[in-house]
């Protein structure tokens, strides 16, 4: 399995490999665009939390020289000098931080600001995963750039055997209705189209929300009850009383199946909203909410 993942990823790449480790090369970004880059990047910086993570995952967070707002993962990543959030960034921090490279994401960063860097002569290498499987490529993906391609395809291995365990344990059983609440007020899910669905996908349940039109749609109280979920997960940036209050009030409606079986559960968004090596756990989690009976080993 494990030679198969390497040959899989590997043969994904459609960029080159750094020759010597130090001469120049281009490389492809994920939305086609060509990025030049004269030696390996030393001085990173980071246009989402996500892409923090990636980097320090691979043990190159010496390298980081900037990071986004809510980049608090590991906690050493929230010293970093702070660029602005990935929606709104500020591109004269970014330039005055010299950085060799920059690693953006299409999902939220501003295509301006790219332009704007490139036209500074910075290279910015943009990101697009949109599943739980192009996660762990995007690792390997940030590896390559960085000149660490077997250190990264090691650790991209290790997320892809756990991802297929997962997969393999809940094969075969029933696929409980999931409903994924990810945000309070108003009451927000996500469809078809997002990580999350792919997380609930592979942890061995059916998204309530998965077939709604827009992307994160606000959910009634009665589309809930009509939905008739068997698990309920609450997925939610809001922490402390109000977090664990979402949970009390559904706790309330006992026509739910997932409230009338006690399986209404809190999880930490962190570990599902973003497209990092964290979100395997965030998964491993969830297939045990779904899957409760599954025989799990911890």
């Known amino acids: 399995m494990g030679r198969t993942w390497r040959i899989c990823l590997l043969s994904a790449l459609t ?9 120049g090369a281009v490389f492809t970004d994920d939305i086609g665009r060509k990025v030049a880059l004269d030696q390996v990047p030393r001085r990173i910086v980071a246009l989402a939390p996500s892409i923090t993570e990636i980097l320090y995952f691979l043990g190159l967070g010496e390298r980081v020289v900037g ?4 980049s608090s993962y590991p906690p ?7 660029v602005g959030s990935y929606v709104n960034l500020n591109p004269e921090k970014i330039i005055g931080l010299s950085p060799d490279l920059v690693i953006g994401t299409a999902d939220g960063n501003p295509p301006a600001v790219v332009d704007l860097l490139e036209r500074a002569g910075v290279p910015v290498f943009v990101l697009n995963p949109r599943n739980i499987r192009q996660v ?3 690792l390997v993906t940030v590896g390559e750039l960085c000149g660490v391609r077997d250190r990264a395809v090691g650790l991209a291995e290790g997320l892809s055997r756990r991802v297929d365990a997962i997969v ?21 899910a996500a469809n078809g189209t997002t990580f999350l669905n792919d997380l609930i996908r592979l942890a061995g349940g059916v998204n309530m929300t998965r077939d709604e039109p827009v992307t994160y749609p606000r959910i ?5 009850i009509r939905g008739r979920p068997e698990v309920i997960l609450i997925s939610s940036m809001d922490r402390d009383g109000a977090f664990a209050e979402a949970k009390r009030q559904w706790l309330r409606w006992t026509l739910i199946p997932a409230v009338r079986n006690g399986r209404v559960h809190l999880v930490d968004s962190d570990l599902t909203d973003r497209p990092s090596p964290r979100i395997v ?18």
């Open 15 to 23: 960029f080159c490999i750094w020759a010597g480790g130090s001469q």
């Open 67 to 70: 990071v986004t707002q809510f």
């Open 76 to 82: 050493e990543a929230a010293e970093k000098p702070k």
């Open 136 to 138: 762990i490529k995007a």
């Open 168 to 188: 393999a344990k809940t094969a075969g059983r029933a696929k409980p209705i999931v409903f994924l609440q990810v945000n309070l007020k108003p009451i927000m």
């Open 220 to 224: 009634s109280l009665e589309a809930v």
């Open 281 to 298: 756990r965030g998964l491993e989690i969830l297939a045990r909410y779904i899957h409760p009976d599954a025989g799990w080993d911890d």
